[in-house]
């Protein structure tokens, strides 16, 4: 199915928490609100028309300008072969989403990353801790605004 | 006096991390004062000890002499017997030390031809033939560590306990008819319990270096080891109920009548139970797929991990010797020891061919062969070693019970068996030449352009 | 077993951490499979739950390697950030800068010179050649055969060769740029490739015999590791790991992209010959198929390697439009995905990299309980897991 | 006069493992002894020319029992090792003990007159294989029964208790 | 040359070490080794015995049968300890007075 048909039949189903949408350019996604990810999350796997059974990555952009964090959720189907996008806008003070362990498992350590990175908080997550950084680490190193600490547990760096 | 300065560095977890400064070593009791007394009476006495050098020296031989003589009053050190136990145990000791070089020289050119590569050359002129007493000479250098809170002790003692009895098994194996140590009449078994010792200074080793890694190490040897004691026993009984004796001079002498009255021919059973044993042989001396104790991918390096310095030349001193010593044992018993093929020119350099063929046979294997995990190891014991070699044993007795004059049709077909299985051997042998010049005759397409190109040795 | 207290006459030696011990039944050893081993492939550091050999639990700590490539990525022009991506998965180097350029001339809308687009296909799959060698070699070294290593190196090195005549680096090439590639073939490198490839396809069935089919080896990965394609496909594993587990799914085929959909190739997918479908022999077999499907593409890719410019014109500061786009790639590990914003500046505003192993390694704990130590060996062999492209 | 040295060499061992293990408390160290002492009293068998018992020791114990001894002990040692320093009384309970069950054997052995006749000289394995058939024919069976008893009992005891499932190989695991 | 007493002597030492070793360890597999001592204190006897001459070989046949013996009790033993082990987390045999009332 081509981009433009998967956003039409997801208005179909889910008009009220899909937001906007854009079919052609390189990317084609959909932009949903943050209450109705878990719901379209679940549609697009089981759905036997989409059938997106395969999380590829989910990407956490932080905008310092419009005050959000927008995480892009991208999908794609071994058995029908397209590919899609969700996005989903959090707001960058306090970014707090539902998780979608449960509808992809692969997505348990990609929100890991996204917290220990971005810092964007995930419900009901199996087990949400840092993934890459040490446990005790300040702040979040992929926000536009991370200032480089100096001194960590006695280890120094000159900035 | 910032803030941070007192933060002891952790580990994410939060356990204190190690930090490993120069360790400040303080004397106590009898070291401090010996190191006063090196450090007052030092200057002075090392040139005045220089100075009476020579006279140092004749003093000791003095010494040494008269301790001899006092000691002769309780037995004459000129006896015959003893001058000759002390003269063959240190032939001996240098025979197997030498044995253990060669071998450790021999693995890395083995392993380096299997694995088209050249293997050490450049330590020593031909082919790199002191490649082993580099080694040797760079362990001895090298820092001797022992973990903070080992077993001290144990862990000492451990390499010690792992060598003697790897050195004592050679006391009854026969090279040559009168070349052996002391021919006591249960020659076998005393070889086969100085390998039972060999586990426990591995287990005290693994056990005594403290780490969990090691404590694997330890206990898969031991089950390894205690359990394929029982199928390599097995099939040596089979072979010595058919000769009739324990001392391995009498099982060596019966077979001198050229190849075909080694017993590896005389019947179908022994002649599987030499592969049997041979196996067996391979999992108690650790080698080839059966290398658990030290398994490097998953073990890192099992019980002697924590070794270092000298102490882990003696553990793999004690590994070469007792494979030597288990090929040994092979050769005198299937293969007729000092006896030649051709009845006659019996002579202790075939026990060394025989012997070292064997050796080499287990470092090709080792080169090949990937490994077998622990319970696929004790399944092979317990499921299909341990029967079949019961099986070998009940048919070899079964067919000596009826190889003999009054069964006069049997031994006809056994005397054509006997044939058979010689020419086999004879066919195994000549596969494996012809295997071996077929290589050799490619080699240059086996190995590949880019080994001619850049190592001409090849 | 109802709760016994204990008393005790003499006070019992306390345990380190100072409480009294209660009922224990099983010691459950804590065993740490550290940054330091020498089967994690890489600093990856794995906390096991044993009893005795038997494995009940594992967690992998990961972060190492982690060298916040993405952070340098937003204050690094285009241009300036493809040898990064040599450093993702090092094994693979032209296969990472392969995906990094096609993201960047996808969003770009730059088009690429059709001989560029061979020698990309004809380098990507060396490259794979390459790492499949390193894969099952170290997988044979984790069996406790040391041959296999060797050989495969011995193999490897020739390719090393070709490409160091190509583009003068051997591990970290960052020969393929945004656009086409950096600069031509020497001529004659047709024919030493080829020269190659004659070498090297009799060799693949000498390895198979001395390891594939290794009764041992079958013994030790066989039934091992059992991924199911459900479970394979919810974990996100891609790449050999997907394949291996029955599901035929390669981007090169599903999404083609520079020319695949012009060479005929077909995908390898495991079949569980030696025990169940899915398990580490299947994954390790995969590997072993592609190196051969890998040949047949290069040979293809060779024959139609037309001449003409390798580079196309991309200004010296290349300077994307404002825009998002998601680009992935199929690399010996699994799909490699960039995920690039833009806001129409010289680098770019946000990269995320979907690292294969990264997804990959998530399946080592749903699979390692019930294993026995040595089975942990074959998983994480099997896995083939970079820390590269783990910790970016 | 030279066996008179190695008698007390290796009867010297001997007892000096037996006092080392009364005194140390470190469970390996006495398993190691107790090794030392079982070497030791193999030594005396060769001395004593019952050169095939001396190795069936060496084998059988050294070889199987140590070794099974050092495994319960690696195996039980690890969690609190109980209190092995005996209290006050004891010692001077064992001391007295020690000392008058000691005085007595001594004493009935040096005042009984043994029948000693002359060496009998260093017999072969073969005597003792008959004998063992021939006279000692019905311990010899017996014995092998019970082997099999105490081989099967042990393993039942000592079966593992937590019902661990067989290795994952069984079955592949259910999609969370 | 040797006489008999030495060695009668020396395994009463034994015997007496073996019942002290018995007596005062509490570890269960320590009171294994004591009775291992007093096994071989037996054995070394017997041994003694048919070397000098007193029932000829049938004392070194009986030592074979005193150390099979005694190998299957150390194994039966030991799995014994394993379960006690298993049942209270300690081979202290003081914890072993469930029966107690």
Redesign the interface.
Same mark, same amino acid.
């Given at each position: 199915m081509t981009p433009s048909d998967i956003i039409a039949f997801l208005q179909q189903h889910h008009a009220e928490s899909v937001v906007s949408a854009v079919a052609d350019?390189?990317?084609p996604h959909a932009l949903v609100k943050a209450e109705g990810l878990a719901a379209v999350a679940a549609f697009l796997k089981t759905q036997p028309r989409l059938r997106f059974?395969?999380?590829?990555?989910i990407? %956490?952009?932080?905008w310092p300008a419009k005050n959000n964090i927008e995480l +892009?959720y991208?999908v794609i189907s071994?058995s029908l072969?397209h +590919?899609f +996008?969700i996005k989903v806008v959090v707001d960058r003070a306090d970014p707090r989403v539902e998780s979608v362990s449960t509808v @992809?498992? %692969?997505a348990? @350590?990609h929100e890991r990353e996204a917290f220990d990175?971005m810092g964007v908080e995930f419900l009901h997550h199996p087990d949400l801790r840092?993934? =890459?950084?040490?446990?005790?680490w300040p702040g979040h190193? =992929?926000r536009k605004d991370y200032q480089d600490i100096v001194?960590y547990?006695? =280890?120094k760096f000159n900035p | 006096m910032n803030q941070t300065a007192n933060i002891k560095p952790q580990t994410p977890l939060g356990q204190a991390m190690f930090v490993c400064e120069r360790p400040k070593v303080e004397y106590r009791g009898l070291s401090l004062k010996i190191v006063q007394l090196a450090t007052k009476w030092g200057p002075i006495g090392i040139p005045l000890l220089l100075r009476f050098a020579w006279g140092i020296f004749f003093a000791a031989l003095v010494f040494v002499i008269a301790f001899v003589w006092v000691v002769g009053r309780f037995i004459n050190p000129l006896l015959p017997w003893f001058v000759r136990d002390v003269v063959v145990v240190v032939g001996l000791l240098a025979f197997v030390s030498i044995v253990a070089i060669i071998g450790i020289w021999g693995e890395r050119k083995v392993s380096g031809r299997i694995q088209s590569r050249l293997g050490p050359m450049r330590t020593g002129a031909w082919h790199g033939w002191a490649q082993s007493l580099a080694d040797g000479l760079k362990f001895v250098q090298k820092e001797d560590l022992i973990p903070q809170d080992a077993d001290k002790p144990l862990f000492r003692l451990a390499p010690y306990v792992a060598l003697v009895p790897a050195f004592c098994a050679y006391l009854a194996i026969p090279f040559g008819v009168g070349w052996v140590f002391h021919d006591s009449d249960v020659g076998l078994l005393f070889v086969l319990a100085m390998l039972a010792i060999e586990v426990l200074g591995v287990i005290m080793g693994g056990w005594a270096s403290n780490s969990k890694w090691s404590l694997y190490g330890a206990m898969r040897e031991g089950c390894q080891l205690v359990s394929y004691e029982i199928p390599m026993g097995l099939s040596l009984v089979a072979a010595v109920a058919w000769l009739g004796s324990l001392s391995l001079v009498e099982l060596g002498r019966a077979q001198d009548g050229g190849w075909w009255s080694w017993l590896l021919f005389q019947n179908p059973f022994l002649f599987a139970a030499f592969f049997t044993y041979y196996i067996a042989s391979l999992a108690s001396c650790k080698r080839s797929p059966f290398d658990l104790p030290e398994g490097e991918s998953e073990l890192v390096a099992g019980f002697h991990t924590e070794y270092s310095g000298f102490r882990f030349v003696m553990f793999f001193f004690a590994e070469y010797m007792g494979m030597f010593a288990v090929s040994a044992v092979a050769t005198v018993i299937f293969l007729g020891g000092w006896n030649s093929p051709v009845p006659g020119l019996a002579s202790p350099l075939w026990f060394v061919i025989k012997s070292t063929f064997l050796v080499w046979v287990q470092m090709w294997v080792r080169w090949t062969l990937p490994r077998i995990r622990i319970d696929q190891v004790m399944h092979a014991c317990v499921k299909y070693l341990l029967p079949f070699t019961l099986l070998l044993f009940v048919g070899s007795s079964l067919w000596q019970l009826y190889d003999n004059p009054d069964h006069r049709l049997f031994e006809g077909f056994a005397a054509v068996v006997r044939f058979g299985l010689g020419c086999l051997g004879l066919l195994l042998l000549g596969l494996y030449f012809a295997g071996a010049a077929y290589g050799f005759y490619h080699r240059n397409q086996l190995v590949g352009q880019m080994v001619r190109k850049h190592l001409p040795g090849a | 077993m109802k709760e016994i207290e204990l008393q005790y006459r003499h006070p019992p030696d306390l345990l380190d951490d100072g409480e009294i011990p209660s009922d224990i039944r099983t010691e459950e050893l804590v065993l740490n499979m550290g940054p330091q081993h020498p089967s994690t492939h890489g600093v990856l550091r794995v906390v096991l739950q044993t009893d005795g050999e038997l494995v009940l639990g594992a967690t992998p700590y990961m972060g190492y390697l982690h060298r916040c490539a993405e952070k340098i990525a937003e204050k690094v022009t285009y241009r300036q950030f493809t040898p990064y991506t040599d450093r993702l998965d090092y094994l693979a180097a032209m296969n990472n800068n392969l995906g990094f350029a096609l993201a960047v001339e996808k969003l770009g809308g730059i088009e690429v010179p059709p001989r560029a687009d061979y020698l990309r296909v004809i380098f990507a799959e060396l490259n794979r050649i390459a790492s499949h060698l390193m894969a099952t070699g170290s997988y044979g070294l984790d069996m406790g055969a040391f041959t296999p290593l060797v050989y495969c190196f011995r193999e490897r090195e020739w390719i090393m060769d070709l490409f160091e005549a190509a583009c003068g680096a051997r591990l970290t090439y960052s020969y393929i740029t945004i656009g086409g590639v950096r600069e031509d073939v020497p001529e004659g490198w047709g024919d030493k490739c080829r020269e190659f490839l004659d070498y090297f396809e009799p060799k693949i069935a000498e390895y198979n015999d001395l390891l594939s089919f290794n009764h041992i080896f079958i013994n030790r990965t066989g039934n091992v590791g059992i991924c199911p394609p459900e479970l394979a496909v919810a974990y996100g594993l891609t790449g050999p790991c997907l394949r291996g587990s029955g599901l035929a799914w390669d981007l090169r085929k599903a999404t083609p992209y520079c020319r695949y959909h012009e060479l005929d190739f077909d995908i390898p997918v495991g079949h569980g010959e030696n025990g169940a479908v899915g398990d580490c022999w299947d994954r390790y077999f995969v590997r072993v198929q592609e190196m051969v499907q890998s040949v047949r593409i290069i040979r293809q890719a060779l024959d139609k390697l037309a001449d003409g410019p390798v580079q196309a014109k991309v200004p010296r500061v290349v300077k994307l439009p404002a825009g998002e786009v998601y680009y992935e790639v199929e690399n010996p590990r699994g799909q490699l995905g960039f995920h690039l914003v833009s806001d129409g500046g010289t680098s770019p505003y946000r990269l995320k990299i979907r690292g294969p192993s990264f997804c990959n390694l998530s399946v080592l704990p749903v699979l390692a309980p019930n294993c026995l130590l040595a089975d942990i060996a074959a998983l994480l062999g099997s896995i083939d897991v970079v820390m590269g492209e783990v910790d970016r | 006069m030279l066996e008179a040295v190695i008698f007390f060499l290796l009867a010297g061992l001997a007892v000096a493992a037996g006092v080392a293990i009364l005194l140390s408390t470190s469970i390996v160290r006495m398993a190691y002894w107790l090794i030392t002492m079982l070497i030791a009293v193999g030594g005396l068998y060769f001395l004593l020319g019952a050169y095939f018992v001396g190795v069936i020791q060496i084998l059988v114990y050294v070889g199987g029992v140590a070794v099974l001894l050092v495994f319960g002990v690696m195996l039980t040692s690890r969690q609190l090792a109980p209190k092995l320093r005996p209290g006050r009384g004891e010692v001077v309970w064992l001391a007295l003990v020690g000392f008058v069950l000691l005085e007595a054997l001594t004493l009935s052995i040096l005042h009984t007159r043994w029948q000693q006749n002359a060496m009998a000289p260093a017999n072969s394995v073969g005597e003792i294989g008959r004998s063992l058939l021939g006279e000692f024919l019905g311990p010899f069976e017996l014995v092998s029964v019970l082997l099999l008893v105490a081989m099967l009992g042990a393993a039942y005891l000592a079966r593992p208790k937590v019902p661990t499932q067989g290795p994952q190989h069984a079955k592949g695991t259910t999609v969370p | 040359m040797m006489g008999l007493t030495p060695y009668l002597i020396l395994s009463a030492i034994l015997l007496v070490l073996g019942i002290a070793i018995v007596i005062s360890k509490r570890n269960a597999i320590a009171m294994l080794i004591g009775v291992e001592f007093i096994l071989n204190a037996a054995t070394l006897n017997l041994v003694a015995f048919s070397r000098h001459g007193i029932g000829g070989l049938s004392g070194q046949t009986a030592a074979l049968f005193v150390i099979v013996l005694a190998a299957a009790e150390a194994v039966v033993a030991l799995a014994i300890f394993l379960n006690f082990y298993h049942t209270i987390a300690t081979v202290d045999i003081d914890q072993g007075d469930q029966l107690k009332g």
């Open positions: 350019g390189p990317y059974d395969l999380l590829r990555c990407s %956490a952009i932080d +892009a991208d071994t072969g +590919a +996008a @992809w498992p %692969a348990e @350590w990175l840092r993934i =890459l950084m040490p446990e005790d190193p =992929l001194e547990r006695g =280890l | - | - | - | -």
